[in-house]
C-alpha cells in the first residue's frame, strides 16, 4: 500500500531517486556482512568448509545464475531514458552544408551514410535509426525549407555499453561479496536470505552469530531494497504489456485498472507462496529456471535464427530447454525434500539435499 502511489509514474525520471535508496541500502547490507565474516569469531573453521558439492543439487546454482542476470533488465528502459544525454548526441564532427533546401528523407539518408561510414559494421544500423531520429529533431527546429550548415552527428551505442559492463560489474562484484560473506560466517547452515541466519546455530562453528543492531539494520535495509525497487520492476512489466495490448494513456482508467490488476496478482501471489511456507530461495530458483532460462537462451535463440544464423539458434534453443528442465525439476525436488520427512525418501539423500 505505501509503495503503490510510485508504480503509476509513467517515466523513469520519477523513481530515480527512490531507487537510489535501494541501492544505498544494498550497499550498507554488503559492507555490514564483509565486516562481519571478517571480525568473527565463531564462524566455523575454513577445513569445515567445502569448497565445491558435485552433488545434483548443485544444479540449483543455475537458476540463482539467471535470476541474477534478470535484474540487468532494468538497464534497457534506463538506457531508452538517458538516451538524450548521450555524448555521442552532444557532440559533432565536422559541419557540412547540404546545399540550402532541407528535405526530410535525403538529409536523413545522407547522414545515416555519413554514419555508416564512420562507425564499423556492427554499428551501422544502431547509428542508422539515431541518425533518422536526430536528423528529424533537427530539421523540425529549423524548418523544411531553411537554408544552413547542419553538423555531422555521430551517434554511437559506446555510453550505453559502457553503463552496462559498469552495472554488471558492480552487481558481479556485490553478490559475491555477499555469497562468500554467508558462506564464511554460517557454512552448511546458510539461509536463502543470509541475514536470516544470524542467531541461528553454525553447524560447525562454536555457536551462533548474534544479532546484533546491524543486522537488524542490514534487514531494514534490505526490505526498503525490494519495497523501492518494485516499482521499477513493474513499469518494467506494464510497458511490455504495452508493447502487446497497445498503449494506454497515462492517468486513463484503463491505465489505472491494469497497473491495479498488476498490483493485485502479485499481491496474491506474494501470499500464496507465503502460505506453502515456501521461501525466498525457492522463489528465485524458480524464475531462474523458467523466466530467466528464457530471456537468456530461449527469446535469444529466436533471434539469431530470424537472423540468418540457425546453428547458433539452435545451439541456444538446446541449453534454453536443458537448463529450465533441470532448474525446475531441481527446484520443485528441493521443495519437496525440505517440506516433508525426509527419513522416508532416500532419493533426497541421492541428490545431495539431506545429508
Not at 131 to 154: F, Q, R, V
Not at 261 to 271: H, I, K, P, V
Request: proline share 4%; glycine share 8%.
Amino acid at each position: 500500500m505505501a509503495i503503490t502511489p510510485l508504480c503509476f509514474f509513467k517515466s523513469l525520471d520519477f523513481l530515480g531517486p527512490v531507487s537510489l535508496i535501494g541501492v544505498v541500502a544494498v550497499v550498507v547490507v554488503v559492507v555490514v556482512l564483509v565486516s562481519t565474516s571478517i571480525n568473527s569469531t565463531v564462524k566455523p573453521p575454513l577445513d569445515n568448509l567445502v569448497a565445491f558439492n558435485l552433488q545434483p543439487c548443485a544444479i540449483q546454482s543455475l537458476p540463482i545464475i539467471f535470476f541474477a542476470l534478470m535484474c540487468h533488465l532494468t538497464i534497457v528502459p534506463c538506457g531508452i531514458e538517458l538516451g538524450e544525454y548521450w555524448p555521442s548526441l552532444r557532440s559533432s564532427s565536422q559541419p557540412h552544408n547540404d546545399g540550402g533546401t532541407h528535405n526530410n528523407d535525403a538529409n536523413t539518408a545522407n547522414d545515416a551514410n555519413d554514419a555508416n561510414d564512420a562507425n564499423d559494421a556492427n554499428d551501422a544500423n544502431d547509428a542508422n535509426t539515431e541518425t533518422k531520429a536526430t536528423a528529424t529533431l533537427m530539421d523540425s527546429k529549423e524548418g523544411n525549407n531553411a537554408a544552413a550548415t547542419t553538423p555531422l552527428i555521430k551517434p554511437r551505442f559506446r555510453t550505453l555499453i559502457v553503463m552496462t559492463a559498469m552495472v554488471m560489474t558492480t552487481c558481479w562484484l556485490m553478490y559475491s561479496a555477499v555469497g562468500a560473506s554467508g558462506y564464511l560466517l554460517f557454512g552448511a547452515s546458510t539461509k536463502a536470505n543470509v541475514i536470516n541466519s544470524f542467531g541461528k546455530t553454525i553447524q560447525g562453528g562454536s555457536g551462533n552469530e548474534p544479532v546484533t543492531v546491524m543486522v537488524v539494520v542490514s534487514q531494514v535495509c534490505m526490505a526498503l531494497s525490494t519495497l523501492l525497487g518494485y516499482p521499477t520492476m513493474l513499469y518494467i512489466a506494464r510497458q511490455t504489456l504495452f508493447e502487446l495490448v497497445g498503449e494506454m494513456e497515462h492517468g486513463g482508467k484503463s491505465y489505472i485498472l491494469t497497473t491495479m490488476a498488476m498490483q493485485f496478482t502479485m499481491l496474491a501471489l506474494a501470499l500464496a507462496i507465503r502460505w506453502l511456507g515456501l521461501d525466498i530461495g525457492f522463489v528465485i530458483s524458480l524464475i531462474g529456471s523458467t523466466a530467466g532460462a528464457s530471456l537468456q537462451f530461449i527469446l535469444p535463440a529466436c533471434m539469431l535464427y530470424t537472423l540468418g544464423m540457425p546453428c547458433k539458434g539452435c545451439l541456444f534453443m538446446l541449453f534454453g530447454i536443458v537448463f529450465a528442465l533441470l532448474g525446475t525439476t531441481i527446484t520443485i525436488l528441493g521443495a519437496v525434500c525440505e517440506s516433508k520427512a525426509t527419513g522416508e525418501m532416500k532419493w533426497c539423500g541421492v541428490l545431495g539435499f539431506t545429508s
